[in-house]
């Protein structure tokens, strides 16, 4: 039997308080934080009290003292509007959260916003509240558990082996991304990942309607058919029918368990239990102090017992699991010193030290080659160059490995039986993929890297939203990147999606133009430490470009200079695939006695952040500028002004070979020649 499969014995007070007590301290702190802030969700904690107190006190593995141990069991509240009963059991059982930030609910700067916030609050594994998204996070920091386990643990050395926990609702059964990610879940042998479905039949509508009109769905036999371990028919106000549940869940070690608790919302509330109307608004002073009344918790709102904070406390059973554990890793590190630095430094976060030395020699080499390929050629060879030296790279694609890219000779598939790889096949599930791969950077040990066409990372969108918002690196990988992919046609032609990607706050968005430009923008995002980043490769042939060693590092800064001229009379700013144009433009340009600047920009988001000095020197005012890129033109008039030009495309593309549609859509050198011509 290992650890896990034990059951904690919670500490009891001197005059221990009822275990209904325990428990419905949850319900008061949830009804009465929403009804001070007159704002949240009181139905789900209160709905959901029994469930918690079963898992936390008698299960979860924590260390409220130090919210990173590697091996803590990971909790994801995947409903994430019932954030109350998370504030409540990480208060509660001795995190850093006070009663002051409770009572703080939902305000400005509080560490207890309306939704769970990853890095905002200690204890909180990620930011959840777009609904469906926390059991993909789930699942994914379930794989890393997994995967990591298999790197690193050794015969009489389990260093990794925790469990994920999840809590889920109705609305995540509903999203769409729930079914993409489970059943991939299914598939990969996750028996220590298991989820309690809040099965409370109430969603928002139900205020108006009977949620029978909306969903129907027979959960238990989905997640079945998804190949998962189903206890169905759970009293979710049981504490022994929960207790049994889990214990039966952790017996399957195999796959992944849910857990399905028959609830009723905001249990214990007189009227409003049971009723659409607790799901999101406070339930009003009337109710809340019937409440009171009837479940018996008759102390003022923020007054907790101390034999009930005494029966919560988990700090001195955390220290001691974690104190365990140290133990176990101090001897796994003497017996495998090497393997102990390693795991070290990847839960760190931490690139190995040759990693700078190592990919600066690489960008040489492709500097060297000089080759005219596909960027999305040039990433692949990018990653066979640094992935060797990042063993936590790992990769995947939606379906697409084979036009992504994505795979390289060290690739091998994670799969049922083997978690050993470094590759994840995830199905054409491209929000799913995301959000798996957002679990897996924060489970830590890992840098994910997944792929499809750039025209897909709309059904990723929101994902790429949550990586930003959690400040956590992860390399969304997309191909096929404008109307060069051709004969697809419009449907997977991209026009507006780098510009909609450049506006999410804190994201990266690279489109490289050749090999080198390929190399340094997987170097940048993988040492980006404090966000994600989307790379953005071609399907066709790029140019290759000349350049100085001071222009391959400034290639770093987003946007450089790649050909000058002496009293250059126009600025011309290209990104990808249009920078070879933009040369060969100003070739011709040069030669009528005008000459322009080029401006290669694989990164405006990059440069953004740039100092103005620079900006400056790359961008000097006072000189007609003309932006070059196949997408919409709209988003370049921040650098172009209203007097500059923008060559682009603001309409869908059309199916016909690449070089007819670049004619077609006037991305061509005459007509950047005549544009400059016409404006200067
Ligand atoms: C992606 C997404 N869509 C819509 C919402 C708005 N929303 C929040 S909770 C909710 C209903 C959720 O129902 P359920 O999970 O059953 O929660 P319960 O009312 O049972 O607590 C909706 C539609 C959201 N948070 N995320
Ligand atoms: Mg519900």
Known sequence: MTG??????????ATAASRTDITNVLRALAMDAVQKANSGHPGMPMGMAEIAEVLWRHHLRHNPANPKWADRDRFVLSNGHGSMLLYSLLHLTGYDLSLDELKNFRQLHSKTPGHPEYGHTPGVETTTGPLGQGIANAIGMAIAERVL?????????????????????DGCMMEGISHESCALAGILDLGKLIAFYDDNGISIDSEKGNIKSWFIDDVPKRFEAYGWHVIPGVDGHNADAIEAAIQKAKSFTDKPSLICCKTVIAKGAPKKAGTGQAHGAALGDEEVAATRQAIGWPYPPFEIPQAVYAAWDARDQGAHLEAEWNRKFAAYEAAHPELAREFKRRMAGELPANFKAHSSAFINKTNEKAETIATRKASQNAIEGLAPALPELIGGSADLTGSNLTWWSGSKAIAKGDASGNYLFYGVREFGMSAIMNGLALHGGFIPYGATFLVFSDYARNALRMASLMKIRNLFVYTHDSIGLGEDGPTHQPIEHLACLRLIPNLDVWRPCDTVESAVTWTAAIERANGPSVLVFSRQNLAFQKRSEQQIASIRRGAYVLVDAASPKALLIATGSEVQLAIEAQKQLASKGIPVRVISMPSTTVFDRQDEAYKQTVLPAGIKRIAIEAGVTDFWRKYVGLEGMVIGIDRFGE??????????????????????????
Do not use: C, D, K, M
């Open 4 to 13: 896990n499969t034990a059951t904690l014995s919670p500490t009891t007070g």
């Open 149 to 169: 386990a298999a790197h690193f643990n050794r015969p009489g050395f389990e260093i990794v082996n925790h469990h994920t926990y999840v809590f889920l609702g």
């Open 655 to 680: 199916s016909a070979p690449a070089n007819q549609l670049f004619e077609y859509f006037g991305l061509t050198v005459t007509n950047i020649v005549n544009t400059v011509s016409g404006v200067i």
